[in-house]
T-cell receptor, first 116, second 110 residues
Framework: NAGVTQTPKFRVLKTGQSMTLLCAQDMNHEYMYWYRQDPGMGLRLIHYSVGEGTTAKGEVPDGYNVSRLKKQNFLLGLESAAPSQTSVYFC???????????????FGPGTRLTVL | KNEVEQSPQNLTAQEGEFITINCSYSVGISALHWLQQHPGGGIVSLFMLSSGKKKHGRLIATINIQGKHSSLHITASHPRDSAVYICAVSRGGSQGNLIFGKGTKLSVKP
């Protein structure tokens, strides 16, 4: 099993360009998440999904869109990239809600995005 | 004020030392998570606990629900333990998202 994979690993964009980050998991998990990690700050939730066809906003959703057309994939889109979106993006998945004490979260390797 | 606070922010230890990282939180939670972020950036979940204590190898995690505090201990520390240790809490409900602390950067010198 590959676990959680992310594509691409690195990307440089110019302001105003668009791109899509792909997250894939092969563990049949219901829940998937997109986070961003910035220096001096904890991981912050951008969007999440509690199942195929569903998405919900997290703490910092502005400037991002997501889609979960297939259970195994969770896409994060930047329609018009801004320098403030320079960050490391992590995808994660979990079998169910993390409020359940039996579930843990599995992370992808991260995508380092620079917006010039 | 952050809902999840960790201390210290940075910690340097000599190989073999006993290490303690602390986490305090200000919200009601259903579970607390400890994660490790390797120097290369990968993040792995170490523990999830809602009461008492858990042990895995040289790592021990404890939680005091009433005091809203958790500790992560590393016994007989080793340079390979050098990483950022992150505390996160999950609140009840179906949302399933975590609130993260800023992390504690640990460096263990040989």
């Amino acid at each position: 099993n590959a676990g959680v994979t992310q594509t691409p690993k690195f990307r440089v964009l110019k302001t105003g360009q668009s791109m899509t980050l792909l997250c894939a998991q092969d563990m049949n998990h219901e829940y998937m998440y997109w986070y961003r990690q910035d220096p001096g700050m904890g991981l912050r939730l951008i969007h999440y999904s509690v199942g195929e066809g569903t998405t919900a906003k997290g703490e910092v959703p502005d400037g991002y869109n997501v889609s979960r057309l297939k259970k195994q994939n969770f896409l994060l889109g930047l329609e018009s990239a801004a320098p403030s979106q320079t960050s490391v993006y992590f995808c994660a998945s979990s079998p169910g809600s993390l409020s359940l004490t039996t579930d843990t979260q599995y992370f992808g390797p991260g995508t380092r995005l620079t917006v010039l | 004020k952050n809902e999840v606070e960790q201390s210290p922010q940075n910690l340097t230890a000599q190989e073999g030392e006993f290490i303690t990282i602390n986490c305090s939180y200000s919200v009601g939670i259903s579970a607390l998570h400890w994660l490790q972020q390797h120097p290369g950036g990968g993040i792995v979940s170490l523990f999830m606990l809602s009461s008492g204590k858990k042990k895995h190898g040289r790592l021990i995690a404890t939680i005091n629900i009433q005091g809203k505090h958790s500790s992560l201990h590393i016994t007989a520390s080793h340079p390979r333990d050098s990483a950022v240790y992150i505390c996160a809490v999950s609140r009840g409900g179906s949302q399933g998202n975590l609130i993260f602390g800023k992390g504690t950067k640990l460096s263990v010198k040989p």
